[in-house]
């Protein structure tokens, strides 16, 4: 097993200098799967500085998650893109299913040799995958964080049927010929559409920069089979269905008007948490983390001292 070390890329609009300044993009190769990751180190360790490992969500890679890293310059964060996601290669053991990515980061922490006072941090997608490692694998990490969890089942519910659309967009992607399959995937206009109807806020600024980054980084995934199973596991699991093992702090962080995953949703997964604590946060939907990083961030920083390694 080989880690790897390479220069960080500039910063992107709205995320600040100083976080380029603590970046270190390494990679590491995990059973034949090349996984590229990176360490955000904080700008002062103080006996509250935590490593969090942050599971970004379908779609996505790490650059999701930069503006909320941005604000805990008191935190070590750790951000792998997912396999099949980024730049990182798609499995070679396996489909792209709930379990397999739980595995992955199984595999991970062993690599990095991360212990239990590891934070473990979830979204969306990645919310399904952190909660049910930690169903699976207790005691690996403490505490657990999500952000616009996967409360509820997609397929149920008002939601359904533009889940199966969605299903029906992702099927025939895969099975049309490969360069009309690519072109339907990363179309532009789909692209510009899935962002507007996720995104809240009436800033223009900030709202150039969401459509950006989506079409920048959307695109960017291994190939068409493993976008297609990991698309199949991100409608076919909940959060709510392991809400009863997670026996160590859960935090929600959700959006007031997230039409993915609904607040009534995640008002009875809180209460389906052994020890769980919701926040949230008022006039935003399912993009928390590029629209308001920094009360997610001050929720994340006030729940770690209330838990401290």
Do not use: C
């Not at 922490?109 to 934070?119: C, I, K, M, Q």
């Not at 505490?143 to 397929?155: M, V």
């Not at 068409?224 to 409608?235: D, G, I, K, M």
């Amino acid at each position: 097993m080989k880690t790897t070390g390479s220069r960080p890329s500039a910063a992107p609009a709205l995320i600040s200098n100083d976080l380029a300044a603590r970046t270190r993009a390494l990679s590491v190769d995990l059973g034949g799967t090349p996984v590229a990751y990176w360490v955000y180190e904080p700008v002062h360790a103080t006996p509250d500085t935590r490593t969090i490992l942050v599971i970004h969500g379908f779609r996505g890679d790490h650059h999701g998650l930069l503006r909320v890293a941005d604000q805990l310059p008191d935190m070590r964060l750790i951000m792998p893109d997912l396999p099949g996601f980024g730049s990182s290669g798609a499995f070679v053991d396996g489909e792209h299913s709930v379990r397999r990515y739980g595995q992955f980061i199984k595999d991970f922490l062993e690599a990095l040799r991360l212990g239990p006072d590891t934070v473990l941090l979830g979204h969306s997608f990645g919310s399904i995958v952190a909660a049910h490692f930690v169903a699976d694998h207790p005691k690996t990490v403490r505490p657990l964080i999500l952000i616009n969890p996967i409360a509820a089942p997609a397929l149920e519910g008002p939601k359904g049927l533009m889940t199966r659309l969605a299903v029906l967009y992702y099927w025939l992607s895969a099975r049309l010929p490969r360069a009309l399959g690519l072109r339907l995937l990363r179309s532009g206009l789909i692209v510009r559409v899935m962002s507007a109807a996720m995104a809240k806020t009436k800033d223009p600024d900030l709202l150039r920069f969401i459509h950006g980054q989506h079409h920048a980084y959307f695109s960017a995934f291994a190939n068409r089979e493993s976008l297609l199973e990991s698309f199949t596991a991100s409608v076919g699991s909940n959060v709510t269905e392991v809400a009863h093992k997670l026996r160590l702090p859960v935090l929600l962080v959700a959006g007031e008007k997230d039409e993915i995953a609904l607040l009534r949703d995640q008002h009875t997964l809180a209460g389906a948490l052994p020890d769980g604590r919701l926040e949230v946060i008022p006039g935003v939907g399912h993009l928390i983390h590029y629209e308001t990083p920094e009360p997610a961030a001050n929720f994340i920083r006030s729940f770690l001292k209330d838990h401290a390694a």
